[in-house]
């Protein structure tokens, strides 16, 4: 066996954004927003964006409730529908975060220019969607 391979089975790699306690959602918006992106593209930016392409509410859903049978959740105390509040929410700091990101590249070699400005038009369609349905959950806990 070569090196790599005899330690591949007792090497692990941790990406910083996943090494620490995360929201139980926030992979999942990381994912919808990822679903935005076609990424095979050869030539600069090197991806497509299409808004439409995030998941409606009824995709959202759908991995909710999916999310929750592989984690044996029985929703006793949250509802799918404050859940698909709390991911679009948390859709918001994902792309914040990796907003931040390309920022802290700008003025590498890289040029990230491209993907600065769709992220930060994402996320304020998205804050504008998203608002009043973040308001009333934001509201509940109020209560």
């Not at 929201?23 to 050869?42: F, K, P, R, T, V």
């Not at 439409?52 to 959740?73: A, C, E, G, N, S």
């Amino acid at each position: 066996k070569q090196w790599y391979q005899r330690r591949v089975a007792i090497t692990a790699g941790i990406d910083y954004e996943y090494s620490g306690y995360n929201h139980c959602l926030y992979d999942l918006a990381n994912y919808c927003c990822e679903m935005q992106y076609d990424w095979s593209h050869d030539k600069p930016p090197y991806f497509l964006f299409k808004y439409q392409w995030f998941p409606d509410d009824t995709k959202m859903l759908d991995m909710i409730r999916h999310y929750r049978t592989l984690v044996r959740d029985p929703g006793v105390h949250t509802s799918d529908q404050v859940y698909l509040t709390q991911l679009k929410f948390l859709t918001l700091g994902s792309e914040l975060t990796w907003t931040l990101w390309a920022l802290s590249y700008e003025g590498f070699s890289l040029d990230m220019e491209p993907y600065l400005e769709v992220k930060r038009e994402s996320y304020f369609r998205k804050k504008k969607e998203f608002l009043g349905d973040i308001e009333k959950l934001v509201g509940s806990y109020d209560n």
